[in-house]
């Protein structure tokens, strides 16, 4: 009797833990198709059917998640993404990405981000926001490449942690890095016959996995880099006090006092907190009322006229000089004899006395770089949200579901 094997029907992994690939192609006549939706733990995409708008135009729709909710310390996860010409792609998340305790400053949960997006495509990223507990430790990159007439709008903000807890930016460090890099229009891989990953390469002494070449961009050409925005929240020595927990162990713990935030209803000026301890400048009061800080890039022709809009309403919104500092009441927001755009922007000014919103927008190379900040997630929620639905762009080029993380 001979020995007999068993052949596993599941295809080995090709992927290292925590990588995953996104390849988006267009197939004939114009339908936007995945060629390749793979991750490896503890990453998770899933992509349900694609999307067709009222004008025809085919969305494909990706949620980028983690097992368990979050990143445990010294948890890695790298996603790459290719878009072909003329394909969309709206990427979003379930949920906000919890950052878990770190033992130390060495221990690092790190997220990386590497987009190509070829001439003619558009990105619309628009996830929840991450929610670094006490003692963490985050790093995360985010580089698109992008090509002639591509486009690309993404949201990246962070909270201050678990307010019911407690917690007031008492993280130890987060940092995040966002680039943009213009991409040559020659050349480049073939999308139908992508050749195989190469073998993984050692560097400075740490294992490394190259980008697979279907990803390689600048095989035709020098890159050139259109903007950098890099934020840096470095925590103080408070957040070494915070005693060991895991995940299930983070209840039921003395809580420091939550600082008092104030905030008036007559303007958008913050009280600073009061704070007590040893450590006369923390993180959380250079924060001042802030409890979410976010920033929103725009770029490419899909993106022109939200860009345009964000930038001529900060214009318009009123300055110190220009702003009612008396004690008479404000103007009414639902007037009728005011025009339409302006009873709306009194409105908007109205909330963003209400929920401790401010905003600054500019423009930087072809790119519009929005940063906002409000006392509460779900103020900076609402205000993002309701600019982006009354300017119509995002909705209109990739349906609502791209807008779900604002709802």
């Known amino acids: 009797m001979s020995n007999s094997s068993l052949t596993s029907p599941f295809a080995s992994a090709t992927l290292q833990p925590g990588h995953g690939l996104i390849t988006l192609v267009l197939l004939l006549p114009s339908s936007p198709t995945l060629q390749a939706l793979t991750y490896q733990y503890p990453l998770k995409l899933i992509a ?157 002494g740490k294992e490394k996995e190259d980008i697979p070449a279907l990803l390689n961009p600048y095989k035709h050409g020098a890159p050139r880099l259109l903007l950098r925005d890099h934020l840096i929240l470095d925590g103080d020595e408070q957040a070494e006090g915070w005693p060991e927990y895991s995940k299930n162990e983070y209840i039921n713990r003395e809580q420091p006092s939550p600082p008092q935030h104030r905030i008036s209803n007559s303007d958008i000026r913050h009280s600073r907190p009061s704070f007590t301890g040893d450590v006369p400048d923390s993180l959380a009061e250079k924060m001042d009322a802030l409890g979410v800080f976010a920033t929103l890039i725009l770029r490419g022709p899909l993106f022109a006229t939200l860009g345009t809009f964000f930038l001529d309403e900060f214009t318009k919104t009123p300055r110190i000089g220009a702003r009612n500092w008396s004690g008479a009441a404000a103007p009414d927001p639902n007037d009728p004899s005011v025009p339409l755009d302006e009873r709306r922007r009194r409105s908007r000014i109205a909330q963003e006395t209400k929920d401790g919103v401010i905003w600054t927008a500019a423009h930087v190379r072809g790119n519009v770089l929005v940063k906002f900040g409000a006392r509460e997630v779900e103020g900076a929620r609402r205000w993002c949200g309701d600019m982006l639905r009354q300017e119509g762009s995002v909705e209109r080029e990739f349906g609502e579901s791209a807008l779900l993380c604002l709802r």
């Open 48 to 204: 349900p059917d694609p999307i067709t708008l009222p004008s025809g135009q085919r969305i494909v729709l990706a949620f980028l998640l983690t097992y368990g909710g979050g990143l445990v310390a010294g948890d890695s996860i790298t996603l790459h993404i290719e878009l072909a010409p003329q394909t969309r792609l709206a990427l979003a998340t379930q949920g906000s990405t919890k950052l878990f305790k770190s033992p130390s400053r060495s221990v690092v949960s790190r997220q990386t981000l590497d987009v190509v997006i070829r001439p003619g495509a558009a990105l619309c990223y628009l996830p929840d926001p991450t929610q670094p507990f006490a003692g963490s430790c985050y790093e995360q990159k985010q580089v698109f490449h992008m090509g002639k007439g591509s486009s690309l709008c993404m949201l990246d903000w962070v909270s201050e942690g678990r307010r019911a807890r407690g917690e007031r930016w008492s993280f130890r460090r987060w940092t995040g890095k966002n680039e943009i890099w213009t991409l040559p229009s020659v050349g480049g891989p073939n999308f139908r016959n992508p050749p195989p990953s190469p073998p993984s390469t050692t560097e400075g």
